[in-house]
């Protein structure tokens, strides 16, 4: 009787899933397709999408909303990708492309830090930390901190900026 009522209910689970896929698939399609340029990804992403939604179903799980919950769950999905996909762009930067800054820099640098600790954002306090502090190369804070190459090399830009106006302030006075 128990096996009747879980075939029962699986075939329901996949006839209303049919009925989702076939209303939905093509905007989350178009969705996926405009976030990742690429359609094999997008496809997948698709699949993978209606797979979690059928998976969350067989659980039990009560949908009433259908397209909202698979519009979040694809986007999700999406930008969980994006974020491996960075990752592995990132390690296949060259360590001879990413400048370290010599002593004269970390010196002059440190003195600015300590007059403006207080207003840095969390994020750069650990970029100028690594930096400065564990003589860390832009890469390995990319690799230690999981921040992107591109927010580390702002960070990194915004601080020789600073020290160089600092420099040019010093010979000022």
């Not at 921040?147 to 040019?168: C, D, E, H, P, Y």
Request: hydrophobic share 35%; charged share 35%.
């Amino acid at each position: 009787m128990k096996k009747e009522h879980e075939n029962g209910q699986d075939e329901r689970i996949r006839d209303e899933a049919k009925q989702v896929y076939e209303r939905c698939a093509g905007a989350l399609y178009a969705h996926l397709l405009y976030l990742m340029r690429s359609e094999a990804t997008a496809q997948e992403l698709l699949q993978e999408t209606f797979i979690r939604f059928l998976l969350c179903r067989k659980r039990g799980k009560i949908i009433h909303y259908p397209y909202t919950y698979l519009h979040r769950v694809a986007t999700r999905l999406a930008y969980k990708q994006m974020r491996h996909e960075n990752v592995r762009r990132n390690r296949e930067i060259d360590a001879d492309d990413l400048e370290a800054p010599d002593d004269e820099w970390r010196t002059d640098t440190w003195s600015l830090i300590k007059k403006i600790w207080d207003r840095l954002k969390p994020k750069d306090k650990i970029v100028v930390k690594a930096l400065v502090v564990d003589e860390m190369t832009p890469s390995e804070i990319v690799k230690h901190t999981g921040f992107t190459w591109g927010s580390v090399q702002r960070r990194v830009n915004k601080f020789k900026l600073l020290a160089q106006k600092l420099q040019i302030d010093r010979k000022n006075k």
